[in-house]
């Protein structure tokens, strides 16, 4: 039997096993699935777990279920690409063609004391050790959001209403929310946090991270708790291997998705070199034409000259429980309905995988 090998179970390779399975599959193959985690884990909405206003159960939903599906849990060790083998502890898994889709971590950017003494929500069990430390912080104190992406102003906004009590400081690099984007959306982002007394520090440089403080351009702020959403990488065991990596740690890749000098081995979400930024989004989009090449060549059918452009159409974020915005195809969208467009993308997402 050969052995079509996933690593992780994120939206990627969640979409990949819904397009190959139960019946593009071969009959003489076998998928196995290795994550960390028995379950899918909802990443886009850590950040709400994190603050409190999500429990653990609707962040993450059950793996498919199929016959055919052989899962390992457990942190991966080593990825041998010569001999074909995976590390998990003890366990070897040989496989025959490759998925990573071991998405990301925090960078911390070489930023003295930020990995030791900063808080994550990069993963579950990351978010559920955040929320459990902010659910200890007395009333008056202090949390300080390092890092103004979708990321961090969702987890402002939400830590805002679930615990008015606590003092939230969200430092932004740039002179503007989302700097990149329409100053509409970052006009409207600002007035819902000075409304809602979310201080957003403009023009941050945070340089070191000590016990109870935080530096920003050099000057000491007293912080009691801070969470790091300030940057991403591929994880560890993906940025060394003996590959083409970008500057970034992604692993460059052909336009069917493959590591060039490794092609039955295949590249999918954050640990990936695309022209766009990371989002489950875009691994989906990766996985649906994975999951076309893998079954082109299962079928012994000629790939394509040139692949579809991936089209990311935008994002969504919330702004606690009843605002939004949103960027989709150029247009800006604020307000209730794209908060309402968001819960309706994460319904339709949960509906779709069961």
Not at 63 to 71: H, K, L, S, V
Not at 201 to 207: A, C, E, G, M, R
Not at 214 to 233: C, F, K
Request: hydrophobic letters at 35%; proline letters at 5%; charged letters at 25%.
């Amino acid at each position: 039997m050969k052995n079509l090998v996933l690593l992780g179970g994120g939206y990627g390779n969640m979409r990949i096993m819904s397009r190959i399975l139960p019946e593009a599959l071969p009959e003489d193959y076998t998928l196995t699935l290795i994550d960390r985690m028995p379950f899918h884990g909802l990443k886009p909405e850590f950040y709400a777990l994190a603050a409190g206003t999500k429990s653990d159960s609707d962040v993450r939903m059950n793996f498919p279920d199929f016959e055919r599906i052989n899962t390992i849990y457990g942190e991966i060790s080593d990825i041998d690409l010569d001999a074909q083998i995976v590390s998990v502890g003890n366990t070897k898994v040989d496989y025959d063609e490759l998925v990573i889709g071991l998405g990301c971590e925090d960078k911390y950017h070489n930023v003295p004391g930020a990995e030791e003494y900063t808080h994550s929500i990069q993963t579950l069990s990351k978010a559920r050790e955040t929320f459990h430390s902010i659910s200890e912080l007395p009333s008056g104190a202090s949390v300080g959001i390092v890092g103004a992406g979708l990321s961090g102003i969702e987890l402002a906004s939400e830590l805002r209403e679930s615990r008015e009590d606590l003092e939230v400081i969200l430092y932004d690099r740039g002179e503007r929310i989302l700097r990149n984007f329409p100053e509409k959306l970052s006009n409207y982002i600002a007035k819902w946090f000075r409304e809602n007394k979310v201080k957003v520090v403009p023009n941050s440089l945070i340089d070191r991270v000590e016990p109870g403080k935080i530096y920003n351009n050099g000057i000491p702020e007293d912080v009691d708790l801070v969470v790091w959403t300030a940057g991403i990488q591929p994880v560890e065991v993906v940025r060394h291997l003996p590959i083409d990596i970008n500057r970034s740690g992604r692993v460059i890749i052909n336009q069917y998705h493959q590591v060039p000098t490794y092609k039955n081995v295949y590249v999918v979400g954050d640990c990936a070199d695309l022209p766009h930024a990371p989002s489950a989004q875009l691994a989906e989009l990766q996985g649906d034409q994975i999951a076309d090449v893998l079954k082109k060549q299962w079928n012994n059918e000629s790939l394509p000259e040139k692949m579809p452009e991936l089209k990311v159409q935008g994002f969504l974020g919330s702004l606690g429980e009843k605002k939004g915005f949103a960027y989709i195809m150029d247009r800006t969208v604020t307000g209730r309905l794209a908060h309402i467009l968001k819960s309706g993308v994460l319904w339709l997402y949960k509906y779709h995988n069961g």
